[in-house]
């Protein structure tokens, strides 16, 4: 089974390429595409590093879609060589056990993308739950935690229920003066 998901409207479309002639022609595809499927306001790219003057070369139409250029910077690459991200490099949080992630989410639906999917929480958010802040999220308890948030969400749904029937056969309240 297969299932793509669809976008109606995007504000802001922002690609983001390395500068090898691959990865610009990646951009301009997807710009072709996005130019047909995509309702979009504002488009833009970010090129990662600029390290080479060569994107002069580059066709007047992709250097117009250039929102700016990331500068080459050996710090920072030996950072993203070792997998830390810019929050973490930057120090912007000096809380100790802070961190921050992110996940590429499929948008179509098969056994593998939902298997890598799997993966990524696994490693990107479970795992890091586990060494950071000493969080059982063994399946057990996930689906423990999943069990009696239900239960919590029932009860709500309960007084809820409550409160409506209460509120209509009370007596309509009147006042003297």
Do not use: W
Request: charged letters at 25%; proline letters at 3%.
């Amino acid at each position: 089974m297969e299932v793509t998901l669809t976008l109606d409207k995007v504000t802001h479309l922002l690609l983001v390429s390395d500068q090898s002639r691959k990865g610009i022609q990646v951009v301009g595809t997807i710009k072709q595409v996005a130019d047909e499927l995509v309702m979009y306001d504002r488009i833009g790219a970010v090129i990662n590093p600029r390290d080479k003057p060569d994107l002069q070369q580059s066709s007047s139409r992709f250097r117009a879609l250039v929102t700016f250029y990331i500068e080459s910077d050996d710090y920072h690459a030996a950072n993203d060589i070792q997998g830390q991200n810019g929050v973490e490099i930057l120090q912007m949080n000096d809380k100790p056990n802070f961190f921050v992630t992110h996940c590429d989410i499929p948008y179509k639906i098969t056994d593998y993308t939902l298997d890598s999917y799997v993966k990524q929480m696994r490693r990107r958010v479970l795992d890091p739950l586990t060494e950071k802040y000493g969080v059982d999220t063994s399946d057990a308890a996930i689906r423990q935690a999943v069990k009696e948030h239900n239960e919590v969400c029932s009860i709500i749904s309960e007084i809820g229920e409550l409160r409506k029937e209460k509120t209509r056969s009370s007596p309509a309240m009147s006042s003297t003066c």
